[in-house]
Nanobody, 120 residues
């Protein structure tokens, strides 16, 4: 079994910064990609940023230049540093990982989410 556990969400004022983390644990052979998605009330879940095993990153246009995704492959942990936060960044942030488990099954896993609220 594989678990993704997010941490670091909270309440911050507009213009502030916040860093969220996600640690993957369990029967993991290799993590191919890790990422962050977010879902605001009444909206669809959307990709925020992702990082591959090789370090290639992708960002949503709305967060480019403000958010930075990074990864510690030894700890199976992904981070999202969020700067210059805006009220429209308010959402539940979900960690996502595409990985190969020890029984050679490729699958996608999700964390339970962490709330990020940006006040104006």
């Amino acid at each position: 079994q594989v678990q993704l556990v997010e941490s670091g969400g909270g309440l911050v004022q507009a213009g502030g910064s916040l860093k969220v983390s996600c640690a993957a644990s369990g029967s993991i052979f290799r993590i191919n990609v890790m990422g962050w998605y977010r879902q605001a009330p009444g909206k669809q879940r959307e990709l925020v940023a992702r990082i591959t095993n090789g370090g290639h990153t992708n960002y949503a246009d709305s967060v480019k230049g403000r958010f930075t995704i990074s990864r510690d492959s030894v700890k199976n942990t992904v981070y999202l540093q969020m700067n210059s936060l805006k009220p429209e960044d308010t959402a539940v942030y979900y960690c996502n990982a595409g990985l190969i488990s020890l029984d050679w099954v490729t699958n996608v896993y999700w964390g339970k989410g962490t709330q990020v609220t940006v006040s104006s």
